[in-house]
């Protein structure tokens, strides 16, 4: 320490004072072989010679009667550990550790061996003492004065000035801002690179990496409070701080914080009451999009469906979207759980959403999740991203950058669950996300009726709904509500008819068409609206409305007079549902039939279109469909099976 800074700072004096004191009284502070400390009320510690540090046992936070054996900076209010035995399994009070001639070793009550050093046998057979530096490391020293058995060796989430990290030794993040459970972010050198990796929890193998620094050996966070890299060329790269030099009356630590960020803190040496961690330096800059090493694979920093966002000093922000909850409420990073999951009652075998009229959604903007796309539409506007989103029943969010972003093609980005590495921010992301929700008050439907029948009887439906495609409500063309070769007659009633209208013209009023008329109508077969098995149907225009002509393949025609009878029939049927039948042709070989048109096209297009109709509007279609089916079978004149 220069003059001038003593000069400078009274306070300084006494400190530098206070260190020579502890210097001179160090050999005192060993630990010796048969030392024991409890873990009880007493609070008794290994004290640094400074006091700067103690080890010794520290309450869990979320489990009073329960203790871990920790490092934590003395002379500080927050006492902030900076390594920990057993964060991961406190014990019960009453529990001990003792310096044995081994090393270290922590006992629960009952005698059970919880946790020891591993310390290395140095051949001279065992411990000479140990001792809680002025560094923050913990060191057991063997009988040949060697080091066996270093804290700085076997580092938690902290490291100290002075420290290293090299390829014997992780780094592994805690589990919470308050927790020292094993979280999920590592440190740690693998062959020539430093990487910052994820892990699964349930394996502990490492997962998708945010950086990795190639070429490097070592870690160094040097006695000043800088840390570099030592590359593998053996030169020294400093890499923080990057601007600021460090105050030389201050704390330091770097740890990598339950969100994967690592941070450079720095601790004035004289507390103020206020004083806090500050933060100098932290890698990576953003973590919410630290999508390095792309693999699309993996949560992000927040977990599963969560949103990331980061602050001015780097850390993670996470929240969970609207409709969705906290897995956990202790642990921000264990992501998020839909509140309603779509489930197979939702979908139709298609993969369409049944009942999308009790699903919304909620829009955020500045969010993306950028990996779990599974489908781009575009070019699209708003409506349609949505409303795709709403009828495909995989899709849990849907994400829109707006047309005038990417030269007029507006994007939409479709998402499966589990989301993963969603980021919000303002900034960078100009997107908007739709989120699917079930609207509030609404109940999730009940499993389908596994009755086979039950089933059957629906695909009968569906197949006579497009068949017919009959809707007064939708105005929906339809190829041939009823066609000659839909129907039979009950016998009796068509030698009924038989018998009466032998010959002449059919008796209604239909009208009976030539063939060059609707040559003409038609514009010589021109405009063709569908093809069905039994013809073909032409768009026609007679006395300037328009029509459907069918024209039935000779293939499938019955005689003149069998004709001239269904026709009759059909053209005595009357009903909103159906297409009405204005009028045929019956001339050599020629059968026609002439229908009125509906203009909007088929029901087809109509309930498998890109807009697809909601769940009401179906239903009403379906209703309908069912009436037309009940005149025909049951209540017109003449009872007409469709097939
Ligand atoms: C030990 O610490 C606890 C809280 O951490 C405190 O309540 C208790 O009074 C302390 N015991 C002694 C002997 O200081
Ligand atoms: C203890 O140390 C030895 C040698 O250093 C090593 O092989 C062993 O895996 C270590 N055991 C544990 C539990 O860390
Ligand atoms: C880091 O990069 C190096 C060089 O590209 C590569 O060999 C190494 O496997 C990478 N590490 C990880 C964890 O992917
Ligand atoms: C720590 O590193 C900085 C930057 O390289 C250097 O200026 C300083 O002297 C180093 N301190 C020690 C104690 O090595
Ligand atoms: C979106 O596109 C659809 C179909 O192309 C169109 O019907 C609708 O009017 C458009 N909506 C807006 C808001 O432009
Ligand atoms: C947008 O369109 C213009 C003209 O078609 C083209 O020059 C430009 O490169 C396009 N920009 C992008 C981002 O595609």
């Known amino acids: 320490m220069s003059s ?25 502070r060993n630990v010796h072989v048969g030392d024991v400390l409890h873990a009880d009320n007493r609070n008794l510690t290994w004290q640094s010679p400074s006091g700067d540090f103690e080890f010794g046992f520290r309450r869990a936070p979320d489990q009073q009667d329960r203790f871990f054996l920790a490092i934590w900076f003395a002379n500080i209010p927050e006492k902030t550990i900076v390594w920990s035995a057993n964060g991961d399994n406190p014990v019960e009070t009453e529990s001990r550790v003792e310096l044995t001639s081994n090393g270290l070793v922590l006992t629960a009550p009952s005698g059970m061996e919880l946790w020891w050093s591993n310390s290395t046998q140095d051949g001279t057979g065992g411990v000479s003492h140990a001792a809680m530096l002025d560094t923050g490391n913990f060191v057991i020293t063997g009988r040949n004065s060697e080091n066996i058995w270093e804290s700085f060796q076997n580092p938690t989430d902290t490291i100290l000035p002075g420290q290293e ?143 990331c966002q980061s602050n001015q000093d780097g850390r993670a922000t996470c929240r969970c979207p609207y409709g969705f909850s906290v897995l956990d409420a202790k642990n921000p990073l264990f992501g998020c759980r839909p509140n309603y999951q779509s489930k197979p009652e939702d979908c139709d075998e298609e993969g369409f959403t049944i009942g999308e009229d009790r699903f919304e959604f909620n829009t955020m903007q500045f969010a993306d999740w950028p990996f779990s796309d599974y489908e781009l539409l575009q070019p699209v506007n708003e409506t349609e991203c949505s409303r795709s989103c709403l009828i495909d029943c995989i899709c849990a969010v849907a994400i829109l950058e707006a047309p005038e972003l990417n030269n007029g093609t507006g994007r939409c980005w479709k998402k499966k669950l589990p989301l993963s590495k969603g980021w919000f921010n303002q900034e960078q992301i100009n997107r908007k996300a739709f989120i699917k929700v079930l609207k509030s008050g609404e109940s999730p439907l009940s499993p389908p ?195």
């Open 165 to 307: 990290l090299g390829l014997d030794s992780i780094l592994s993040s805690a589990i919470s801002e308050t927790s020292y459970k094993k979280g999920r972010f590592q440190l740690r050198f693998t062959s020539e690179s430093l990487v910052l990796n994820q892990i699964d929890v349930i394996t502990g193998k490492p997962l998708q990496f945010y950086f990795n620094i190639t070429d490097v050996s070592r870690l160094i966070f040097n006695k000043s409070g800088y840390i570099l890299i030592r590359k593998s060329s053996g030169s020294l790269v400093e890499i923080a701080p990057e601007n600021t030099v460090p105050n030389q009356d201050s704390y330091y630590k770097a740890t990598l914080g339950f969100d994967g960020v690592f941070t450079l803190y720095s601790h004035s040496k004289i507390s103020y009451g206020d004083a806090t961690w500050a933060s100098w330096w932290y890698r990576p800059k953003d973590i919410c999009s630290s999508f390095v090493g792309i693999e699309a694979l993996g949560s992000g920093p927040c977990g599963y469906n969560s949103i």
């Open 449 to 643: 009726n596994p009755n086979p029948s039950e089933k059957r009887q629906n695909q009968v439906n569906l197949i006579l709904s497009v068949l017919l495609g009959t809707s007064a409500f939708f105005n929906i063309f339809t190829l041939a509500v009823i066609s000659l070769f839909l129907f039979c007659f009950y016998q009796r009633k068509l030698k009924d008819l038989n018998g009466i209208h032998g010959k002449g013209e059919i008796e209604t009023n239909l009208r009976c068409f030539t063939y060059k008329e609707l040559e003409d109508a038609t514009k010589g077969f021109k405009e063709e609206l569908g093809k069905g098995a039994f013809g073909t149907v032409y768009k026609g225009e007679l006395s300037r409305n328009y029509v459907a002509v069918k024209k039935l393949e000779k293939v499938f025609q019955c005689g003149k007079k069998e004709f001239k009878t269904e026709v009759k029939v059909i053209g005595h049927t009357r009903h909103q549902n159906l297409v009405r039948l204005l009028g045929y042709c019956n001339e050599d070989e020629n059968r026609l039939l002439v229908y009125e048109l509906m203009q909007n096209g088929s029901l087809a297009s109509f309930l498998f279109g890109f807009l697809r109709p909601s769940w009401k509007q179906r239903l009403q279609i379906a209703s309908g469909i069912a009436r037309g089916l009940t005149y025909l079978h049951e209540e017109c004149s003449t009872q007409i099976i469709h097939l």
């Open 4 to 28: 001038l800074a003593l000069v400078r700072n009274p306070l300084l004096i006494l400190l530098t004072c206070f260190f020579l004191l502890a210097a001179a009284q160090e050999g005192s």
